[in-house]
């Protein structure tokens, strides 16, 4: 269909697009969409996204190893423990639990029940949220606005760098993402038809989304409810008790875990990492809460930017341009500039649709509303929080933009006329022109690239509005029949080639990004999608606390000063490059290495960044074997200071090891004297030698360091127990690496 209609302002609905026919409502005499029979190629084109998805996200995984080795040891320990897979526990010994609420950890935790332990079993749920995140998405917006608009939102999710990423990876950001799009699926249900049980629905998804990464998951809820309390096609007194029973059925949904974990006795149940008081309420709202808000997160290791505009801090400046920055762009932002543009240019075509008149017209209004008020949530949030902020905390923006995008484009290219080509010719020059700016910050990398799309995106744009120019001559009186036909047809096919053409150069920057990452091996606790990006000290990676980033301590520097001892020690990595403690490359994209298969003996991970906050030790085949000898004869088979340390070597070993002061080595689990009590009643075989964050830094002996931030770990916690240890037990070593033998004093 040409993109010019010949009326700019007609009220009445737009026709359904060629080859498609209307439905009737669901429900008489309610705003429902005009529901259309896809056209036959709809179906095998959806079957070839997903499939192309499928084959995007898993081809290559293994590579990633057990990537978050934080996350990839609570799932072995749920794998053999029930308690351990109900509390999210870092050990099947159930010492202390991972900083989040377990639910993303269950269905990884099944399938290495079923399949056993591998990168494989761990990753690929992953990758099939993601294939099912894109189903969703185009399903939803399919429903109002066809199978193009479907397809092009689900192409766009699919190639958003750090979607895929993310669905490449063992965090817990996939689950969150996957559920936000049911629940705002769920909710445009209830738009259409009024039907309690779609809220109701939401709401058990947003209550699942809670025990997987607490409260962002309830981040675009007060856009939603406003939204269906002013749209919804029902009398506001039932909008408000059907937005109760909503928020009850999250709350519910949520809860239960919560209330069970609240009542369960302390003394029989892990600890909850993160917390300082061994409480999840505490972690709810402090340290996952508002201090992500404010960055007052005691127990953190850094971060308290300061709010407002260029606001800066542990965790990047804050402002309205955060998202756009060297360190996010190129994550998230290639289609961001062209989702708010369709945003607003579809509201103000639809606001002054009345129910009354235009039901379909109020129905993609409010739909617009959903998607783009949970964008602009999750954007101011995301642009002024002050606390921890990760680059691919970013993939919560990926549907809404796809579905914006998607909606937007097909909105104004069915109705047509000189103000809709004019925006969307617009809108193709801006993303062309940003996607420009994006891959110049990677100069070395593709340099054809960004001169390619900046090319194509123009002529994209200089035909859109070329085709206004050919309607206006054709148009005049002295213009015949078969003329006029002809010229019809030309435009048409000159607006459908630049419109092609426009999406095509929109989507090769973030497909360049989703092939270099792919083909990257990533691991550790901060990653990235796409090449290095000039900007950012280092590359792919984040930001360190007190702005460090990965990859980028100041002038090479060290953390605490010295170079640790054993298999971690910093010095000169091949090739000259300088390497800091735990074996962090450092320079520019320097980043944790990897060696092929994944960890310990069979080709361990070389890591360890920042004394092993970022990632674990590479366990070589002797220390292995040293820690699994007689381990079934404690109930930990060693400790070691730190989540990501004490996950190396029980991923190495499949044996349950203590994380002493959990993720940052900061909380105050065990106290010095429940340890000395653990090591009297002989529970635990060895203590790994070095420190982190929480403890001390460096070998045996090493005085560098101090404890947490705010917390007790630092003060009382996991450098007393260090320094206990240090003077009380023999060293043995075993394939360069530094243990105490906690059954022998000196």
Sequence with gaps: MSPHHPSDTAAEPPPPPTGQEREPASVAGLPSPARTRDPRWARPALLALLLATAVLYLWGLGANGYANQFYSAAVQAGSESWQAFFFGSSDAA???????????????ALSVRIFGLSSWA????????????????????????????GLLAGGALALTPVAALMFRFNNPDALLCLLMVCAIAAVLRALEDGRTRWLVLAGVCFGLGFLTKTLQAWLILPALAVVYACCAPVALRRRLGQLLLGGLAAVVSGGWWVAVVELWPASSRPYIGGSQHNSFLELTFGYNGFGRISGNETGSVGGGGRPGGGGGGGWGETGITRLFSADMGGQISWLLPAALILLVAAVCVLWRARRAVAAEQAGQRAEFLVWGGALLMTFAT???MSGIFHQYYNIALAPYIAALVGMGATLLWRRGGRAATLVLAGTAAVTAGWSYV?????????????????????LAAVGLLLTLRGSAAAGGPAAGAPAAGRAAA?????????AGLAVLTALAGPFAYLLNTVNTPKGGSIITAGPTVRG?????????????????FPRGGTMGGAPQGGPQAGGRAAGGQRTFPGGLPGGPGGVAGRAPRGIGGKGGRMGGGMGGLLDGAKVGAKAEALLAKDADRYTWAAAAIGSQNAASYQLATEKPVM???????SDPSPTLARFKQYVADGEIHYFVAGGRMGGRMGGPGGKSGSGGQGGKGGKGGSAAITS???????????GGATFYDLTRRR
């Design 659 to 665: 994380a002493v002061g959990g993720f940052n080595g």
């Design 724 to 734: 206990w240890v240090e003077g009380t037990f023999t060293t043995v070593t075993a």
């Design 438 to 458: 994006l891959l110049d910050r990677s100069a070395d990398w593709l340099p054809w690239l960004r001169w390619a799309v900046l090319a194509l995106g123009v």
């Design 382 to 384: 995301f642009s002024f």
């Design 536 to 552: 950012t000290a280092g590359g792919p990676g984040g930001r360190f606390p007190g702005g460090m980033r990965h990859g980028g």
């Design 122 to 149: 761990i990753l690929v749920p992953e990758a099939l949220m993601g294939v099912a995140t894109v189903w969703v998405l185009h399903d939803a917006v399919r429903r109002r606005f066809g199978a193009a608009a």
């Design 94 to 108: 159930n010492s202390i639990t991972v900083d989040k609420p377990p639910a993303a950890l269950w269905p990884l």
């Design 490 to 498: 030309a435009r048409s096919r000159l607006a459908l080639f630049a």
